[in-house]
């Protein structure tokens, strides 16, 4: 059973930052993908950020150059920096990580708050 443990959400002032982490714990295999969802209220559940683990990052358009994912092979450790925050960020974010081989799966984390300011 994988689990997926985030930390670091919180309130902040527009123009601010915040670092979200997430750490995959229980499985054997390769997390070939890592990476970051999020859903603001009456809103579907956007792509932010992944990457794989050979370090390919994909970022959606309205993040892109304030946002930052990283990732740490060997803790299984998924992190995003946000900078430059805006009100339009706010949302639930949700760790997420797949693997598109097999055994495939996909694992979601439990989800963390991030509310920005104006």
């Known amino acids: 059973q994988v689990q997926l443990v985030e930390s670091g959400g919180g309130l902040v002032q527009a123009g601010g930052s915040l670092r979200l982490s997430c750490t995959a714990s229980?499985?054997?295999?390769?997390?070939?993908?890592m990476g970051w969802f999020r859903q603001a209220p009456g809103k579907q559940r956007e792509l932010v950020a992944t990457?794989?683990?050979?370090?390919?990052?994909n970022y959606a358009d309205s993040v892109k150059g304030r946002f930052t994912i990283s990732r740490d092979n060997a803790k299984n450790t998924v992190t995003l920096q946000m900078n430059m925050l805006k009100p339009d960020d706010t949302a639930v974010y949700y760790c997420?990580?797949?693997?598109?081989?097999?055994?495939?799966?996909?694992?979601w984390g439990q989800g963390t708050q991030v509310t920005v300011s104006s």
């Open positions: 997420n990580t797949e693997r598109r081989t097999f055994p495939k799966f996909t694992y």
């Open positions: 229980g499985n054997l295999f390769r997390f070939e993908f």
């Open positions: 990457i794989s683990d050979d370090a390919t990052t």
